[in-house]
């Protein structure tokens, strides 16, 4: 008889647990990431610069009582840029391409070829309140990136730059529109914290995905 009880008030308990609990979302997601940089240049001068790289990858998401989630996200990109050696400068200040890429500088008029592939994997954890049809998020996570760099240079052999994965805090806020209970597209705006604990520098990011429920 105890046992019928028991069952019974698990199965009631169940039906006022809130339906989203334990949903499982997938996000196709498309980025643009800018970075400034800072290159020495005439007359003891600096010329800044803004670097952009364009990332696709996929999201999921668990939901937790239509309020909390947590997000693993992986995505991928590539950019290639040439320019003057005696310019060339690592926006996030973690690579010395005169020393690690083994760079001619002696000629300041000397190109290179840089060819630069990102792989990106966070884990976030959010927040979701929803207004009607509109969703409010704000995320705190963990960025693992791994950076790989081709570098070409005329008249001398082809050099490549495998770094190991970092871990640094990525933070960010978004807003949605939901097209149905299972469907809804959102925006994203996201601060790598690339100089962590520093505030800033920091790498932005702007995302837009296409998210779906089951």
Partial sequence: MKKTNVLAFLLLSLAFVPSAYARVEFAPYVSIKSTKS????????????IKQRQEYGIRASVSFWRLFKTQLSVGQSKTTTTQKTSEAVDEYGEIDFKKDLNMDTSNPDNTMKLTETQRVAKFSLMLDPSFSIFILRAKVGVTARQRIIDKEEVGKEAQNLTEKPTYKPHSGVGFGVRLSPMMYFMAEY???????????????????SYNVAI
């Fill in 190 to 208: 996201e601060m790598y914290h690339y100089k962590f604990p520093q505030a800033e520098p920091f790498e932005r990011e702007l995302s837009v």
């Fill in 38 to 49: 800072v290159t020495p240049g005439k007359n003891n001068s600096e010329k800044e610069s």
